[in-house]
């Protein structure tokens, strides 16, 4: 393994998880460098969504470990991998509906669940700064009084980038953060990401759009049936035909998908 | 009429105390708890053994029963912590059926089916007090710490983990640990009702702290509105009045004003959650089917 692998920000080894017969993970290795944005590609069902909840601990490995700058993460519960400095963001976004867009906000800044959060007014003014620079940053600035449940599709999206900048973490983990974003908005959500991997925050995300993941990223992981089977720069990847034959689904006996899309 | 008067605003604050406490956890945290009346109860419970062993001081009282009732909470917040919804709705009933076995069988504690008699009159620091001046700052008090709590950082946790736990944890919040407290301080307030209840009435026994008072209790909370801070208050108020309201009507025959007291609440119940689902003070947008 080289050096650059070891010092990784995030890294994991030989993760596997299997749900009944079903080898969802089937031992991956990754390492996800400082400072740049790692996609993981793959078709439906190759594992993604699966190895994001066996990092940050949702779901338990049945083998393999993780660590966070050194520091094993194996067995660690959510929060407590939060805490390390892994945010993570949802498919299907989980934002606190019934807040405001603020307080979803600034919800993410308060860690302590005890009845009250630790450092005082100078922390409570530090927090709130944290929140609202990270409202600027995703332009929900003039709607932080509305409640995220009202909020557009595009926005929705990134009040929970907006949590996850306010969380001050290192290390990202983006489930679909661009799918269904206009050409605008992603410009916009792809300067964040250059902003973020500037200040060497460590960027993995998942993306089914190759054009995204072209523009977006500084590595690809390709995984199938759990497994990482190539990883590289954008453009060997994507180039590579074997891979885009597993992508678009016409790999293995090609008559059988051909009658399954005719039945 | 004064004595009248005064025992109804007595009542009110205790139930105004419970409907406040319930409301925390129901209201901000999403733990639908049907077994208030538990914690009610084991309150009255500890605040009456001290009374009768020790000595009627009503803070002493207070404070033994918000820990006994607090401490006892993790029996809530177990499987507060495992489950939601409908599934804890149906682990806190099994709570308060364990619970009332336990009121009318443990003699020693509870005095049995019999309950406890001769709770003496309450002192403060040994001077004679009435329950309800104590009881109304307490709830002045409870309503407080609520507002307190459910402005600040900790109702925000609340709120996010009531609305989407697995995001909540992901940002680095301890669930369980917020659940816990958020439980334990409900049950606590709870205990500090019951307490006065002892105190106020000199006599507890197990039918005060049946699974009817419970779903009272909750009915309170959801026709005032839930996470709001007068809600609970104000469905306290018109649950309380509307049995005194109705025995004065001189067209209800006395044997008759049960039965019409049920009727009004059912109607009430249906009618408010078809038109204000949220309750009298709660948010209009929330709760509707189409939201």
Not at chain 1, 23 to 39: C, E, I
Not at chain 1, 199 to 208: D, F, K, N, Q, W
Not at chain 2, 8 to 30: P, R, S
Request: hydrophobic content about 55%; overall charge neutral.
């Amino acid at each position: 393994m080289s050096a650059a692998r070891e010092d990784a920000p995030l890294r994991c080894e030989g993760l596997a998880r299997s749900f009944g017969g079903l080898q969802a993970v089937a031992g991956v290795s990754l390492a996800l460098p400082a400072g740049q944005v790692t996609a993981l590609v793959g078709p439906n069902g190759a594992g993604k969504t699966t190895l994001f909840n066996l990092i940050t601990g949702n779901l338990r490995a049945d083998a393999g470990a993780a660590w966070v700058r050194g520091r094993p993460i194996t067995g660690l519960k959510p929060w407590q991998v939060a805490r390390l400095g892994v945010a993570r963001s949802f498919q299907d976004l989980r934002l606190f509906t019934h807040m405001t867009v603020r307080d979803n906000v600034l919800a993410a800044t308060e860690r302590s669940a005890w009845f009250w959060q630790p450092g005082g007014a100078a922390g409570r003014k530090r927090r709130q700064a944290a929140a609202e620079a990270a409202l600027e940053a995703t332009g929900l600035a003039a709607l932080a009084g509305a409640r995220a449940i009202d909020l557009a599709y595009a926005e929705r999206k990134f009040l929970s980038l907006a949590r996850i900048l306010a969380a001050e973490a290192d290390i990202w983990l983006l489930d679909e953060p661009a799918s269904g974003l206009d050409p605008a908005s992603r410009t916009r959500f792809a300067e964040l990401l250059r902003a973020a991997t500037g200040r060497g925050v460590a960027i993995c995300l998942i993306e089914h759009n190759l054009d995204v993941v072209a523009e977006l990223s500084d590595r690809i992981a390709f995984l199938d049936q759990g497994r990482v089977i190539a990883e590289g720069d954008p453009r060997s990847i994507l180039r590579d035909p074997a891979l885009a034959a597993i992508y678009f689904g016409d790999r293995h006996e090609p008559a059988t998908a051909a009658a399954e899309t005719t039945a | 009429m004064i004595a009248y008067l005064s025992n109804l605003a007595t009542q009110l604050a205790i139930f105004g105390i419970l409907a406040a406490t319930l409301n925390f956890i129901v209201g901000y945290a999403g733990i639908f708890s049907i077994a208030h009346a538990v914690f009610f109860g084991l309150g009255a419970y500890a605040g009456a053994q001290i009374a009768l062993l020790l000595v009627p001081d009503v803070v002493l009282a207070c404070l033994f029963a918000a820990a006994i009732a607090g401490g006892l909470s993790l029996c809530l917040a177990l499987p507060a912590l495992r489950v939601r919804g409908e599934y804890f709705v149906a682990a806190s009933l099994g709570l308060q059926m364990v619970a009332v076995t336990l009121f009318a069988e443990l003699k020693p504690l509870t005095g049995g089916i019999g309950g406890l008699v001769g709770i003496p009159l309450p002192t403060l620091f040994g001077v004679p007090v009435g329950v309800l001046p104590v009881a109304l700052a307490a709830l002045a008090l409870v309503l407080l710490a609520t507002a307190l709590l459910a402005r600040g950082a900790f109702g925000r946790t609340l709120t996010a983990i009531r609305d989407a736990e697995s995001a909540a944890e992901a940002l680095g919040k301890n669930v369980a640990a917020a659940k816990t407290l958020a439980v334990g301080f409900a049950c606590a307030g709870a205990g500090v009702a019951g307490a006065l209840y002892a105190l106020h009435t000199s006599f507890v026994n197990v039918e005060s702290f049946t699974m009817e008072y419970s779903v009272l209790v909750m009915a309170m909370v959801i026709i005032g509105g839930t996470g709001t801070l007068w809600g609970p208050l104000i469905g306290t108020v018109i649950l309380l009045s509307l049995p005194a309201g109705l025995a004065f009507l001189p067209f209800i025959p006395p044997s008759e004003v049960g039965a019409i007291q049920q009727i009004l609440y059912g109607l009430a119940m249906t009618l408010l959650m078809i038109f204000r689902p949220a309750g009298l003070v709660g948010d209009l947008s929330r709760g509707r089917a189409t939201a």
